[in-house]
């Protein structure tokens, strides 16, 4: 069966600091990987994907993550957090020859102090 | 450019009734997708239309639960005689294709609270 696990809820960051939003999946076969981060009373919106080729993937606002095949994750990582960032961050996953629907996790909650 | 909108923002109603959500995707985005989040809580899939047919519906919980998509253009999601565990925030997205590789492009939503 497909899953993803967000095992955090909340991650508290001071600004400046570096951030990690953890993701872990278990499907068949190599996934396709995304983030998405949704902001109150808005859209999810696309942060960055892995399909293939380097492990380590950017994306929009600086954000990145690496794809660990043999630990089976897919964290989100940026290396100076802002305040701005504080969201809700969704990691998501789709099955090879299964494109019809992405898999999400719980959400974890970024909070940023200043 | 204009994203993907959703009406109505906002949908309180009471149980036993219907509704209907419309659902607006992005201008030649052939891939259309349903979603339902619950609060606190990733969203969960739906439906998923390509061109005007669904071709995956698997998502829905059952048989008050329906859509359409006449046109290849927008859709809407409906749900007769509404239950209190139907409240949640309905998410549409669409891309351009539904290969796997495509990022979703997703609207704001529709909280729907059924009373």
């Known amino acids: 069966a497909q899953s993803v696990a967000q095992p955090e809820d909340q991650v508290n960051v001071a600004e400046g600091n570096p951030l990690t939003v953890k993701c872990t999946y278990s499907?068949?076969?190599?996934?396709?990987l995304f983030w998405y981060v949704q902001y109150p009373n808005r859209g999810l919106q696309f942060l960055l994907k892995?399909?293939?080729?380097?492990?380590l993937v950017k994306g929009s606002y600086g954000f990145e993550a690496e794809f660990n095949k043999s630990q089976t994750s897919f964290h989100l990582k940026k290396p100076s957090a802002l305040v701005s960032d504080s969201a809700l961050y969704f990691c998501?996953?789709?099955?090879?020859?299964?494109?019809?629907?992405?898999?999400f996790g719980s959400g974890t909650k970024l909070n940023v102090k200043p | 450019g204009a994203g993907v909108s959703q009406t109505p923002s906002n949908k309180v109603t009471e149980k036993g009734k219907y509704v209907e959500l419309r659902c607006d995707p992005i201008?030649?985005?052939?891939?259309l997708y349903w979603y339902r989040q619950s609060l606190g809580q990733g969203p969960e899939f739906l439906i998923y239309?390509?061109?005007?047919?669904?071709?995956?519906d698997s998502g829905l919980p059952n048989d008050r639960f329906f859509a359409v998509r006449p046109e290849g253009s927008v859709s809407t999601l409906k749900i007769q005689r509404t239950e209190r565990g139907d409240s949640a925030v309905y998410l549409c997205?669409?891309?351009?294709?539904?290969?796997?590789?495509?990022?979703?492009?997703f609207g704001p939503g529709t909280r729907l609270t059924v009373l």
């Open positions: 998501a996953v789709r099955e090879p020859g299964n494109f019809n629907k992405f898999y």
């Open positions: 997205a669409s891309s351009r294709t539904s290969g796997g590789g495509n990022e979703q492009f």
């Open positions: 239309f390509q061109g005007t047919g669904a071709a995956d």
């Open positions: 892995y399909i293939t080729g380097d492990n």
């Open positions: 499907v068949s076969g190599n996934p396709y």
């Open positions: 201008s030649g985005h052939t891939a």
